[in-house]
């Protein structure tokens, strides 16, 4: 995209006029405002660029595009050279001037795009009868930048699940949704291995999409799509004792949240770290426990008095004292809250709260 845009305005400098520009076969997929910054303009661009579709055996002919990325339209190079040989002498003036006119552009619409910062692959994908209905359940890795040592986040969901994020995104994004395309549905061969595998591809790509430009990056429901189900099934397990099953869900979900970077709800990551600090004092782990809990008293120092600061306050409190370690700072924030009034004596547990909350 970057080069498209170079080789347009040395057209325009040099007088060759506006009917040639964009004349390919391709269009770019994101508007000239949504152009990147130098340095990562032409690597994004071409993963960017692509629509997303599929198409089954039978009707590839009247719709021959794959899912994938396509790559914008190669230029010709000579006619820029040439515009260049044939300029008139004030040709470095003029040289000069495209290279202001670059600058100004990328530093208006650096914002509008940034590098993605997440990587998606689809590792599983599995038919499920659970009669009487019958679903692909598409398993995602989610690796953030970083060490390749880190063992990446994973999520589960299924066609409708997408489906809805793209429908819910569609109506609160209407322009940054335009140029981002989503597999159809389709009334057979739903279960083929191509079928599948083409969603799947898709899929990686509809995420990348997303995660690409800020504005849906920071939206409410991509968030959701990708912690809101994994603190809800590890809640479920909480309430009925499964608590190492639900250990490793809240654990998962915790690195969700830190890969993706962005706030996934008001009140999710502490709820996910009453989640971690309720399993390991169950399974007896009391230091993991007590360290969840000063990672929550941390996100709440500079706010004002919060439901879960009196319960995180009163755990860390007690697996202070279990583990012989310092409990002051803690039971005096306590005895302040007690004393204001803003917490009932003694406090709720960490337990109660997460049991009643209701994840919606």
């Not at 152009?35 to 960017?48: I, M, N, P, Q, Y």
Request: charged fraction near 25%; hydrophobic fraction near 35%; charge should be negative.
């Amino acid at each position: 995209m970057a080069s498209r845009l170079l080789h347009r305005l040395r057209h325009a400098l040099a007088g060759e006029g506006p009917e040639e520009e964009a004349s390919g076969p391709e269009a770019e997929q994101f508007p000239e405002s949504s152009e990147l910054e130098d340095d990562d303009a032409e690597g994004l661009s071409s993963r960017l660029s692509g629509t997303l579709s599929f198409t089954s055996a039978e009707d590839e002919d009247e719709d021959s595009e794959e899912s994938g990325p396509s790559t914008l339209a190669p230029w010709d190079g000579a006619s820029g050279e040439d515009a260049e040989q044939n300029s008139p002498p004030e040709g470095q003036r003029g040289s000069q001037l495209l290279a202001r006119q670059l600058q100004d552009f990328w530093k208006k619409s650096r914002n509008t795009l940034v590098p993605q910062r997440l990587l998606f692959e689809v590792t599983t994908a599995n038919v499920v009868k659970d009669p009487p209905s019958k679903y692909v359940l598409y398993t995602l890795a989610v690796m953030g930048p970083g060490s390749p040592d880190h063992q990446p986040a994973q999520i589960s969901r299924r066609y409708s699940d997408f489906e809805r994020l793209h429908r819910n995104l569609q109506r609160q994004f209407r322009g940054p949704m335009a140029a981002i395309s989503f597999p159809r549905k389709r009334l057979r061969r739903n279960f083929t291995a191509e079928t599948i595998a083409r969603r799947s591809r898709a899929f990686e790509q509809f995420l990348g999409h997303l995660q690409a430009v800020p504005e849906l990056r920071q939206a409410q429901a991509l968030q959701d799509f990708f912690v809101l189900p994994e603190l809800q099934r590890a809640q479920s397990l909480t309430c009925t004792g499964l608590y190492r099953e639900a250990l490793a869900l809240w654990a998962n979900a915790w690195q969700l949240q830190a890969q993706l970077g962005t706030s996934s709800g008001p009140d999710h990551s502490l709820l996910t770290l009453a989640g971690l600090a309720v399993c390991h004092q169950e399974l007896e782990d009391p230091g993991e426990a007590r360290t969840c809990c000063e990672k929550a008293l941390q996100l709440l120092k500079n706010k004002s008095p919060h439901p879960l600061l009196a319960p995180f306050l009163e755990a860390h409190v007690r697996l202070s004292w279990r583990l012989g370690l310092d409990k002051r700072q803690s039971e005096a924030r306590l005895q302040a809250l007690q004393e204001a009034g803003q917490t009932p004596t003694p406090p709720p547990s960490l337990k109660e709260l997460l049991i009643k909350e209701i994840l919606d």
